[in-house]
């Protein structure tokens, strides 16, 4: 449960009880209109201590409903073990300040994120752990910005939310990344055309275009690119496109057939319906000779394993990459407890949350504030020298995470009659390299 933190000289050393929480102070914030509300911040200043007492609130906005629900659900459970393992940390060092967590539900819809963030703004939160995706953070990033909220998400991807000194930080690195790790997944198993199908969005439409302009300067050639509402519960127009896209890769010679011929696919849990129309309407789809593939989006995801689209998953196996944790002592207990809690594994979005609520905490010690500003100034500096769960949570510039250990791949496949992901291979950062310990 010990956090190695090694924060620099002058910030917090060892977090003995002389760090102190302020008083309560009043800030008008405008936007249509001008309102008051209270907030309570913490300060060093007039020798009060954080650790004299006080709480400290960390936002969780996530996705108890919606199409990430089985990884917002497991997000909200990681902070809350993150802000009792942090009272328990602090409190045994003799603190008495305590964190705790306040969740919101955007349920997958960036305008209900928009109202959620007021909420935890108005409830005194300045550091928020999530949302889980791009366009979410793009509904919100205005108000975060101009209201001095901290935002640290730990599965939004966007390149085009990499910008500097902003309260947007990222413990993932950018979808450029994962763009060429996608592509030369693809190229590597011999696939010569791609047929690039995803939903409407920041994050799926910018991963989507980084792939497919890989996938083509890698000698690749794109069929075509399919967007489609996430929403929408009738797939058949967009399969429909698919199906003729395929018949129009197997005429083209520089395809040179079937074998070299694969659908890529950016989605969320809504590809399980995308599936199990496939099969109704054109089987052939899924009995192809290369997998599908697909990306962080879809990876590890129990809904998609499900007694529902299990099998149809399995059939496919999609290969798919998400940012590459490497294994510690830390992450192994972590991921212990949290199955011994939920009866689930513990994905990226599980373990990257739980080191995000602690970044948020240890950033709050640092700046010896919850001032959102204050939090903002240090976070980056404290995240380079963090080594949670996750390993090292080394920020760029622009505060997004960088691929320091590339991409793991995860496939789904069958075990005792249940559809199960396990890992497929890696893809090296530095070569360009995938290397596969079960090839899909």
């Not at 306040?102 to 960036?110: F, I």
Request: glycine share 12%.
């Amino acid at each position: 449960m010990i956090v190695g933190l090694l924060i620099g000289a002058g910030a917090v050393a060892g977090f003995a009880p002389s760090l102190g929480l302020g008083g309560v102070s009043t800030v008008t914030t405008g936007g249509g209109g001008t309102t008051t509300k209270t907030v309570t911040t913490t300060s060093v200043s007039g020798g009060n201590s954080l650790c004299n007492g006080g709480n400290v609130k960390i936002g969780v906005l996530t996705e108890l409903t919606g199409s990430l629900q089985a990884q917002g659900i497991g997000t909200k459970t990681a902070v809350e073990m993150a802000v009792a393992d942090i009272n328990t940390w602090l409190h045994d060092g003799g603190c008495n300040l305590t964190f705790s967590a306040v969740t919101q539900d955007y349920a997958g819809s960036a305008t209900t994120a928009l109202a959620k963030i007021g909420e935890l703004d108005a409830a005194g939160v300045t550091v928020v752990v999530g949302p889980l995706r791009s366009d979410a953070i793009v509904g919100i990033y205005s108000y975060i910005q101009s209201h001095h909220i901290v935002d640290i998400s730990p599965s939004s991807t966007a390149a085009s939310l990499s910008i500097n000194d902003d309260y947007l930080f990222r413990t993932v690195p950018t979808d450029l990344y994962q763009g060429q790790a996608d592509a030369r997944e693809m190229t590597e198993r011999g696939v010569n055309c791609a047929i690039v199908v995803h939903a409407i969005g920041t994050y799926s439409g910018g991963l989507a275009n980084a792939t497919a302009t890989w996938f083509e300067t890698q000698g690749g050639h794109v069929i075509e690119r399919i967007p489609y509402d996430s929403n929408q519960a009738d797939f058949s127009a967009v399969l429909s496109k698919i199906n003729t896209d395929w018949n129009t890769a197997l005429a083209q010679a520089n395809c040179n057939g079937a074998d070299h011929i694969a659908i890529y696919a950016v989605s969320f849990e809504e590809f399980g319906q995308i599936l199990v129309q496939a099969n109704n309407q054109y089987p052939a789809l899924l009995n192809s000779t290369q997998p599908w593939f697909g990306s962080d989006g879809q990876s590890q995801d129990t809904v998609l394993t499900n007694s529902t689209y299990g099998a149809l998953m399995a059939q496919i196996r999609l290969p798919s990459t998400i940012y590459n944790a490497p294994g510690n002592l830390k992450g192994d207990n972590f991921s212990a407890r949290f199955l011994a809690q939920t009866g689930q594994g513990a994905t990226i979005y599980q373990t990257g949350s739980y080191d995000d609520a602690w970044l948020a905490a240890l950033s709050v010690m640092a700046a010896g504030t919850s001032d959102g500003a204050a939090v903002q100034s240090v976070l980056r500096g404290v995240a380079g020298n963090y080594y949670g769960v996750t390993g090292w949570t080394i920020l760029g510039p622009s505060g997004d995470a960088l691929p320091l250990f590339g991409y793991q791949i995860w496939k789904v496949v069958m075990v005792n009659g249940s559809a199960t992901w396990v890992r497929a291979g890696t893809w090296d950062v530095s070569t360009d390299v995938v290397t596969w310990t079960s090839p899909p």
